[in-house]
Nanobody, 124 residues
């Protein structure tokens, strides 16, 4: 069974940076598209960024493009989300997710496995 465990969240001031990590276990990591999503209080879970199994293709939500970078290390079975120039509106629980079938990076319904989430709070 695939398992995902996010880490790296915390409290940061606006303009600061955080790096989230998500180790993967229970399958062949390079076979999975990986995504990061977030959910703020009272809002639906939304796509942040995603990356193909070979790391060659990445997509970002418009709200984070140019500030966030998703990457993966297939030798370490880990996906990362580097978040720079953080804003208070980035405050949310951040989840990593894995998609086995490679139907597409963006749609949330394509993802089969989810981590428990890590809280990111950006103060103004």
């Amino acid at each position: 069974q695939v398992q995902l465990v996010e880490s790296g969240g915390g409290l940061v001031q606006a303009g600061g940076s955080l790096r989230l990590s998500c180790p993967f276990s229970g399958g062949t990591f390079s076979d999975y598209t990986m995504g990061w999503f977030r959910q703020a209080p009272g809002k639906e879970r939304e796509f942040v960024g995603g990356i193909s199994g070979d790391g060659g293709t990445a997509y970002y939500a418009h709200s984070v493009k140019g500030r966030f970078t998703i990457s993966r290390d297939n030798a370490k079975n880990t996906v990362y989300l580097q978040m720079n120039s953080l804003k208070p509106e980035d405050t949310a629980v951040y989840y990593c997710a894995a998609e086995a079938a490679s139907f597409g990076i963006v749609p949330i319904d394509n993802y089969d496995y989810w981590g428990q989430g890590t809280q990111v709070t950006v103060s103004s």
